[in-house]
């Protein structure tokens, strides 16, 4: 037995290298197995010397990256102390393994169950069920150093018994690898340049391998993306600009290009006079504008509203306006000018045309009715009115009573109202409008005036109460909007109410 050990462990080592992160479909394990029956029928778990020996052979399968089914052939030679000799026993089993770790891992602890059948020479077979736990030690890429325990329970009267076993498992058939990830990925070249896109720094513009990928019009050997003149071929150290001249100014930053100078005097040669092409006071060299008269404030170029704004610059040549602004004029200073701006006179940001969004919901203060209180974009910026003080103003229509005939509040309807009053409260943004109604009783003229009247009772005792005059307005209608009939004792009480409706202020 021990011989079959050694030459699985010699195997192993036949296909040695680095242990690297590869891991295979399949797998092979040979190992020494330790066969315990008396330990769990009355015997010492320690007397190892009471222990039998044997050897497995076992097939492994891949299903996941943690699980495996396992098939594992065991032959031994079991102890009969009674007979004081030794009898063949044999079997196979088909359990299922989870590995805790992933496949590449150096350290693999795994659990195990499952089921099998046991063989005894001349005592007949068993069907047991194994439960245990293993160790597997990476020793290269694909052999593993494999320890098991596991209990096995067996359907046979005392036949209960623990296997030990120490061995090697041999991995094959090649799933995957995690030794170079960029080995695996497909690599991408948008612009075709030869540069593949997670290097290069221009992936969607073709440019040689040797700028990284990104394109060089000039071919001074600086890319475009760093080139202060990308199309006038000049000096790495002047970042691709020429000088002309040679001393060591660039032409872009030369006043003097085409005549030597030093730093000190910007590039020109000492007392030399700049001309002035437009008499505007503004050396051709400093003006952005040197054949047209214009002003210090636009560099040089006409400024007809003296606003700062070049007049090729400014969308309002003609009027006065911010820089901000493009030349026109912006009241709010918000920098949207004031002919695009839809909140004129209030500062906001551009992507709201100008308005603000006082409350932060989403809504600018131009289209949001309740601009001081955040609400979704579907109720036009305002709080939607909860669920229950709803239910408080339907109530109302019915709990508001006055004397018969008359437009005179009841002491039971000052409850209800000043419900109301704490509802206006808690919707700053909304006004209230009380709207009267009757039922037929009486002439249509009588019954109008008595609906206005009884909206009318119930707005000033809410601006009693402390409710803005300018959040409340009433109106009365008659009789001429029912909502039962009034053939009925129950329709005419049903039409004799007050509504009370909650709406945005603005």
Request: glycine content about 10%.
């Amino acid at each position: 037995m021990k011989k079959l050990l050694i030459i699985g462990l010699l195997i192993s080592f036949v296909y040695a290298g680095s242990a690297q992160s590869e891991f295979y479909n399949n797998g092979i394990a040979i190992k020494t197995i330790f066969l315990d029956y008396q330990s769990q029928n009355g015997g010492n778990i320690t007397a190892f010397r009471e222990y039998s020996q044997g050897l497995e052979v076992g097939y492994l399968q891949r299903v996941t990256d943690n699980i495996k089914v396992g098939i594992p052939f065991k032959l031994g030679l079991l102890k009969d102390s009674l007979a004081d000799s030794r009898k063949l026993i044999y079997g196979v089993d088909l359990n299922l393994q989870y590995h805790f770790v992933k496949p590449e891992s150096k350290l693999i602890p795994y659990v195990l169950a499952g089921a099998g059948i046991s063989i005894q020479k001349d005592n007949g077979q068993s069907v047991q069920f194994p439960i245990g736990f293993g160790l597997n030690f990476q020793i290269n890429k694909r052999a593993f150093i494999n320890w098991q325990s596991e209990y096995r329970f067996s359907l046979a009267s005392n036949d209960n018994n623990l296997h030990h076993g120490l061995g090697v498992v041999y991995t094959f058939g090649k799933t995957g690898s995690k030794k170079n990830v960029l080995d695996e990925l497909e690599l991408i070249d948008s612009d075709e340049d030869g540069v593949a896109d997670d290097i290069d720094l221009c992936p969607q513009v073709a440019g040689p391998a040797n700028l990284k990928g990104c394109p060089d019009t000039d071919g001074d050997g600086v890319a475009d993306y760093k080139d202060a003149c990308p199309e006038m071929k000049g000096l790495k150290t002047l970042r691709g600009c020429p000088d002309t001249d040679g001393d060591g100014i660039s032409d872009n930053e030369d006043e003097c290009p085409k005549v030597a100078g030093p730093i000190e005097n910007n590039g020109c040669p000492e007392n030399v006079e700049i001309a002035d092409t437009d008499n505007d006071g503004i050396a051709d060299n400093k003006d952005k504008c040197p054949n047209v008269a214009g002003s210090i404030e636009a560099e040089g170029c006409p400024d007809e509203d003296n606003d700062g704004v070049p007049d090729n610059m400014d969308r309002c040549p003609n009027e006065p306006g911010s820089v901000k602004a493009g030349g026109c004029p912006d009241t709010d200073g918000d920098g949207v000018a004031d002919f695009a701006d839809r909140c004129p006179r209030k500062a906001g940001i551009a992507a709201y045309q100008g308005c603000p969004d006082t409350d932060g919901d989403g809504l600018d203060d131009g289209r949001d009715q309740c601009p001081n209180s955040a609400g979704p974009v579907a109720n036009n910026g305002c709080p939607e009115i909860k669920i229950e003080d709803k239910k408080t103003l339907d109530v109302a229509m019915r709990a508001v009573q006055f004397e018969t005939g008359k437009a005179t509040l009841k002491v039971e309807s000052y409850k209800i109202l000043s419900q109301i009053v704490m509802l206006m409260q808690k919707y700053p943004d909304y006004s209230l409008t009380i709207n009267g109604h009757t039922d037929n009783t009486g002439t249509a003229p009588k019954n109008q005036v008595l609906s206005e009247n009884r909206a009318k009772s119930c707005y000033e005792f809410l601006i009693g109460s402390g409710v803005e005059v300018d959040r409340l307005n009433f109106v009365g209608f008659g009789e001429s909007r029912p909502i039962a009939s009034n053939d009925t004792l129950r329709g005419r009480a049903l039409n004799r109410r007050v509504e009370f409706k909650l709406i945005p202020s603005k």
